[in-house]
């Protein structure tokens, strides 16, 4: 996507050929800044305090990690070290996972002197893997917004309703669940989206809004509370989020409050789809209950970021000295409240059946 009209993915590999630069989300929407990776530590850190996030992109970050670790060292015991170490930074996001367990397969085998080369190759690869699978769950999301559109018969936008950011902020490039309202917009369909700020971090008042802000879409953020007000009085025709992790039966993880809204849209009959790319899927799962849900600082809850009159990016509390924040990162909406799920192979139940329809050689 286009920043101030320069492309961008959200990780890329430096000059030098072997540092990895990332845009640091913690700074949006005020500042565009980019951070240098020079070794495993510096990816660790990106991931675990969130200048990168989105499981896509921490799947990413994690690849090129293992990739600076391979150049600083290639031995087996820093290649077990560095996938500790990235593994240890955030538990939910299972892209994390595959992304190390496909680096460190294809490493192992082979020898220490190849492994930097093959490690900056494969994770250059999973990278443009992203972007082809994004680009596809797009086209397929694509035709469900255009349905819509043309059942309508009017000209009014399609609302469609998000939560947390699932663009492509969150992944290399496109995102998943804003990938469809991307290539709606960019093909003349009206669309309107209805972006969840997503208390406590406020990725979709931070990120979502300033990404579909900065490619035009038509967008009205609004507090979380507020989605299932506009779907009793009929002002969302569908909602689409992303998943951090959905088992091979169709239960979704995605970031807190998304059950909310999946409850709210099922009590309307608003459709609710979930954009997932295929390596999000934990096939070793079945049941939602059994993913590991990230519990996060309070102070995330406690504080705000924001940014005064005089310009200056401030925090502040916003609770009564003293009082105690709990903080789940992520929830479980159960498959019966899932419509669909937007693949790169095409949508399908949520289901164990629709998943291993479209994906049999992993289920
Ligand atoms: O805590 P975050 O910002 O990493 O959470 C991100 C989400 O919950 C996204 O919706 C999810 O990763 C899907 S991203 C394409």
């Given at each position: ?25 913690t ?20 991931i675990k305090d969130m200048?990168?996030r ?34 240890a930074t955030r538990p939910t ?71 947390c ?32 700020e997503t208390r406590p971090r406020n990725q979709g008042a931070s ?17 979380d509370n ?29 970031k807190i409050g998304?059950?909310l ?31 590991p849900i990230e519990e996060r600082d309070g102070d995330e809850v406690t504080k705000i970021q924001g ?7 401030v925090i502040v509390e916003i609770v009564p000295e003293g009082a105690h924040a709990g903080n789940p990162a992520f929830d ?32």
């Amino acid at each position: 996507m286009k920043v101030d009209g320069k492309d961008y993915r959200t990780i890329w590999l430096a000059d030098d050929g072997w540092g990895v630069e990332i845009i640091n989300q913690t700074k949006l929407p005020f500042v565009f800044e980019t951070v240098w990776l020079e070794n495993v530590d510096d990816a660790a850190r990106a991931i675990k305090d969130m200048l990168v996030r989105g499981a896509p992109l921490i799947g990413a970050t994690a690849a090129y990690g293992m990739a600076l670790a391979m150049h600083t060292d290639a031995s087996d015991t820093h290649m077990e070290a560095a996938y500790q170490q990235l593994y240890a930074t955030r538990p939910t996001a299972v892209n994390l996972r595959w992304a190390l367990d496909d680096m460190t397969s294809r490493l192992k085998p082979i020898a220490v002197t190849d492994r930097p080369a093959v490690a900056y190759a494969r994770a250059a690869e999973i990278c443009d893997d992203d972007v082809q699978i994004c680009s596809s769950i797009g086209d397929h999301g694509f035709k469900l917004i255009k349905k819509l559109y043309e059942k309508r018969g009017t000209d009014a936008p399609v609302n469609i309703l998000t939560h947390c950011n699932a663009g492509w902020l969150a992944t290399v490039d496109w995102g998943t669940a804003l990938a469809p309202i991307y290539k709606a917009h960019n093909a003349g369909i009206p669309v309107h989206v209805w972006v969840d700020e997503t208390r406590p971090r406020n990725q979709g008042a931070s990120l979502t809004a300033w990404e579909l802000g900065r490619h035009g879409v038509p967008l009205t953020v609004i507090a979380d509370n507020a989605g299932g007000h506009l779907m009793q009085e009929g002002r969302v025709d569908m909602c689409i989020t992303g998943t951090d992790r959905t088992t091979a039966s169709g239960d979704v993880c995605n970031k807190i409050g998304t059950y909310l809204k999946a409850l709210a849209a099922f009590d309307n009959g608003v459709p609710f789809y979930v954009g997932l790319p295929s390596p999000t899927v934990d096939w070793t799962l079945d049941d939602g209950r059994d993913i590991p849900i990230e519990e996060r600082d309070g102070d995330e809850v406690t504080k705000i970021q924001g940014k005064t009159a005089t310009g200056e990016v401030v925090i502040v509390e916003i609770v009564p000295e003293g009082a105690h924040a709990g903080n789940p990162a992520f929830d479980v909406t159960p498959s019966r409240l899932v419509t669909g799920l937007i693949t790169e192979r095409g949508v399908c139940d949520a289901s164990k059946a629709g998943l291993a329809k479209l994906f049999p050689e992993l289920a």
